[in-house]
């Protein structure tokens, strides 16, 4: 089951509720962000296939850091 997390109709990802761990969509990346932002919030890259990838953060604080990486890319604050 998963939350998911909608900016100006885009889909930016969300929570893993099963897994556990916060994410952000590699469309919202590519629109919004770019791999040292994602690094420099915790993010870790993950590749399943060339159709399933996406950025993610478990454990403490991943919460935070998904909030802290949408304010970076967007400008705007929850």
Known sequence: M????SFRGA????L???ASHWYFSKVFIC???DP???????FGHVVHN????????QGAGAQAAFED???????VRP
């Open 36 to 42: 040292a932002t994602m690094t420099q919030h915790g």
């Open 69 to 75: 990486a949408m304010v970076a890319m967007t400008g």
């Open 16 to 18: 893993n509720r099963q």
């Open 50 to 57: 060339e159709k399933h990838e996406y950025w993610m953060r």
């Open 11 to 14: 889909k930016v990802g969300g």
């Open 2 to 5: 998963q939350l998911m997390v």
């Open 31 to 33: 629109d919004h962000g």
